[in-house]
């Protein structure tokens, strides 16, 4: 059985810090490509951050390059996205994916809700 399972989503004031976790089961997940996706209220699913299988090179939205950090533990099976200076606008409910392009899986999960007002 695959498993995607995000932790660590809250309300926080602008400018405040949050770490989201990832937790993987029923697959390789060394194996997989990971990111961190978002969708706020009437928009659509935008990446965030993204970091290679088995990991090194990463990449970022241009709207939280310098803020967020992606990460991940292989021998944990868990990916990390490290959320600092977060603005109004990084609400949203946040959803891990694993990816491997060929031949081709893609799993989701069920998301965590990061609110950041005052």
């Known amino acids: 059985q695959v498993q995607l399972v995000e932790s660590g989503g809250a309300l926080v004031q602008p400018g405040g810090s949050l770490r989201l976790s990832c937790a993987a089961s029923g697959f390789t997940f060394s194996n997989y490509a990971m990111s961190w996706y978002r969708q706020a209220p009437g928009k659509e699913r935008e990446l965030v951050a993204a970091?290679?299988?088995?990991?090194?090179?990463?990449n970022y939205a241009d709207s939280v390059k310098g803020r967020f950090t992606i990460s991940r533990d292989n021998a944990e099976n868990t990916v990390y996205l490290q959320m600092n200076s977060l603005k109004p606008e990084d609400t949203a409910v946040y959803y891990c994916?694993?990816?491997?392009?060929?031949?081709?899986?893609?799993?989701w999960g069920q998301g965590t809700q990061v609110t950041v007002s005052s």
């Open positions: 970091v290679t299988s088995p990991g090194g090179s990463t």
């Open positions: 994916n694993a990816i491997r392009e060929y031949p081709r899986k893609n799993y």
